[in-house]
């Protein structure tokens, strides 16, 4: 078999680790999927169209560590630009790969399909470039292999998205084999210098302190310090927080686990401890008007230790040549105990139970879907309400919660589960996610089925944008109603010539008996998706959403200021 430029892309990413790759054909792409599928490193898995092939390679790098996606040259490459725009701002390095024109085509003053209809084909380039770390065109095999490498080494690094532009007649263009992988995985040198004088400063900062508190930030899973933060946890003996993006982040049954800090829409408790403490070590903190509650609960100032992925700021100086991962590690060492902000103590979230026969409600839905995370669950919250009721959520030691609160792209959970669901199928997949957001991507619900996937929906259908109600109300908010849970008979039909694809079940709740009724057969459905349609009153939702929405609201209708 004659090496490609397509076989030596899948060995690449095979090499870092990719078991699978998404994809969507078009006449652009076709060769070079067809050199994937020779190749043999990876299963080619196909979505229902490109936007959704960028959410679901999102989700599987939450889960992998990194993905790619392949698409055709512009209406498809631009389509999925969107799902890189949500890696980018929730730090995931998402390869998308798209099939390009001839490259005898470039310079010829040729006009082509799937173009704008210029001569010009660099106009994708040109936008991809904003919402990517790296971006490469391939008209040539000779240098595929650097470009290749520089391509999936900086996403790598830099825990971002990154794009690869191939020719659709140099895919299959004879090409060098890759050597090891160790050059694409190894990280930068540390400036040690300006790593101990944070450290100093840093250590002289926490030890005059009798109040210290952790506060956990959502770019701290791309800065690989998961099991460091717990370590500093562990010796500083001091209570530890979690922002909203961040929930389970860090281990809800750890001794110091306190709840999450969100301003005035904090866990009970919260706001006082993160306000009270003498010093605040914020561990990759993302602050957005969202996190900020409309820019009221900013934690910074003096007392604050701003560890970032690549800088410390502490006592009005900056450093920076490092790594958030070894900074924690070797401040771990310098400090020691502080167990004065363990006084608070921590008391979760405990939901009653309802009683069953009445209609159900947004908190006896909640209580029931926490009642089914376990430690191997990874749960899903969609822009909007879910995002409170995973909050109040307990979790039991090894649940994950996946959101997107900085890019916020309603829809964006189902091809995302999706994802994840193919990259982590020893775990359980538990949505949360309303009608209106449904309605953007529930095409890729057919794919759980194509692929026997065994992930419980959890479809909330109080008949509208309902976090837009709360935020800012007007017509706009409200949408055609579905039957959700009779979708899955349409998608049940299976492929021609395959299997018959009649695993998918949809299910009606709207009591809580029906509910737990639901959920016990969901789980017997072990060979396909299940999607439980929760009827709920529109009105019905967190006390949390409403007043964190007004402050949202408040922040959005800011009257222009003079210039």
């Given at each position: 078999m004659v090496f490609t430029v397509g076989h030596y892309l899948a060995e690449r990413l095979t090499q870092i680790g990719l078991k699978h790759h998404f994809a969507v054909a078009g006449d652009y792409n076709l060769i070079l999927l067809d050199q994937l599928i020779e190749h043999?490193?990876?299963?080619?898995?196909?979505?229902?169209?490109?936007?959704?092939?960028?959410?679901?390679?999102?989700?599987?790098?939450?889960?992998?560590?990194?993905?790619?996606?392949?698409?055709?040259?512009?209406?498809?490459?631009?389509?999925?630009?969107?799902?890189?725009?949500?890696?980018?701002?929730e730090n995931l390095p998402v390869i998308l790969i798209s099939g390009a024109p001839n490259s005898n085509d470039h310079g010829s003053g040729r006009v082509l399909h799937h173009t704008i209809g210029t001569t010009d084909y660099n106009y994708q380039m040109e936008m991809v470039k904003h919402v990517t770390c790296a971006a490469e065109s391939i008209t040539s095999a000779d240098n595929a292999p650097?470009?290749?490498?520089?391509?999936?080494?900086?996403?790598?690094?830099?825990?971002?998205?990154?794009?690869?532009?191939?020719?659709?007649?140099?895919?299959?263009?004879?090409?060098?084999?890759?050597?090891?992988?160790?050059?694409?995985?190894?990280?930068?040198?540390?400036?040690?210098d300006s790593l101990n004088a944070a450290l100093d400063e840093s250590a002289a900062f926490v030890e005059k302190a009798n109040k210290v508190v952790i506060l956990v930030g959502s770019k701290l899973r791309a800065s690989e310090a998961l099991d460091e933060t717990i370590a500093l946890a562990d010796k500083l003996g001091c209570a530890v927080t979690v922002m909203a993006a961040a929930k389970s982040f860090f281990p809800e049954t750890h001794p110091g686990f306190r709840g999450v800090y969100w301003g005035e829409v904090s866990s009970p408790g919260v706001e006082d401890v993160v306000k009270s403490a003498d010093v605040v070590?914020?561990?990759?903190?993302?602050?957005?008007?969202?996190?900020?509650?409309?820019?009221?609960?900013?934690?910074?100032?003096?007392?604050?230790?701003?560890?970032?992925?690549?800088?410390?700021?502490?006592?009005?100086?900056?450093?920076?040549?490092?790594?958030?991962?070894?900074?924690?590690?070797?401040?771990?060492?310098?400090?020691?105990?502080?167990?004065?902000?363990?006084?608070?103590?921590?008391?979760?979230?405990?939901?009653?139970?309802?009683?069953?026969?009445?209609?159900?409600?947004?908190?006896?839905?909640?209580?029931?879907?926490?009642e089914l995370v376990d430690g191997k669950t990874t749960l899903f919250a969609e822009t909007g309400d879910s995002w409170f009721n995973a909050i109040r959520m307990n979790l039991p030691e090894g649940a994950k919660v996946e959101s997107?609160?900085?890019?916020?792209?309603?829809?964006?959970?189902?091809?995302?589960?999706?994802?994840?669901?193919?990259?982590s199928p020893e775990r359980q997949h538990v949505l949360m996610v309303g009608d209106g957001s449904f309605q953007l991507t529930a095409q890729e619900v057919a794919q759980m089925v194509r692929y026997e996937l065994p992930v419980i929906i959890f479809l909330i259908n109080n008949y509208g944008y309902v976090i837009e109600i709360k935020i800012h109300d007007g017509p706009y908010n409200y949408i055609q109603n579905w039957d959700y849970a009779a979708l899955i008979n349409c998608f049940n039909q299976g492929v021609p010539g395959e299997k018959s694809g009649k695993y998918g079940l949809g299910l009606h709740a709207t009591t809580g008996a029906e509910l737990a009724e639901a959920i016990e057969k969901a789980k017997k459905n072990t060979r396909g998706p299940t999607l439980i349609e929760c009827k709920l009153d529109r009105t019905?939702?967190?006390?949390?959403?409403?007043?964190?929405?007004?402050?949202?609201?408040?922040?959005?209708?800011?009257?222009?200021?003079?210039?």
């Open positions: 043999g490193g990876m299963k080619q898995i196909y979505d229902c169209n490109e936007l959704n092939c960028s959410f679901a390679a999102e989700g599987y790098a939450r889960a992998n560590g990194a993905a790619a996606a392949i698409v055709t040259f512009s209406v498809g490459a631009i389509s999925a630009m969107n799902g890189l725009g949500g890696a980018y701002a650097e470009k290749i490498d520089h391509v999936i080494r900086t996403a790598l690094r830099e825990k971002k998205p990154a794009y690869l532009e191939i020719a659709c007649n140099v895919a299959n263009a004879p090409c060098a084999r890759p050597g090891p992988v160790s050059s694409l995985l190894a990280h930068l040198t540390p400036d040690t070590i914020t561990l990759a903190p993302v602050w957005n008007d969202y996190s900020s509650v409309g820019w009221r609960d900013l934690v910074r100032g003096e007392r604050v230790l701003e560890v970032d992925p690549h800088r410390v700021t502490v006592a009005g100086k900056t450093f920076e040549g490092f790594r958030l991962k070894e900074f924690v590690t070797a401040l771990t060492e310098r400090v020691s105990s502080k167990p004065a902000s363990l006084a608070a103590g921590y008391a979760p979230v405990k939901l009653p139970v309802a009683d069953q026969a009445k209609p159900l409600t947004n908190d006896e839905m909640t209580r029931q879907i926490n997107e609160m900085q890019w916020g792209h309603i829809g964006w959970s189902v091809p995302s589960m999706f994802g994840n669901a193919m990259g019905d939702c967190t006390e949390t959403l409403v007043e964190w929405g007004k402050f949202v609201a408040a922040a959005n209708s800011r009257k222009p200021t003079l210039s």
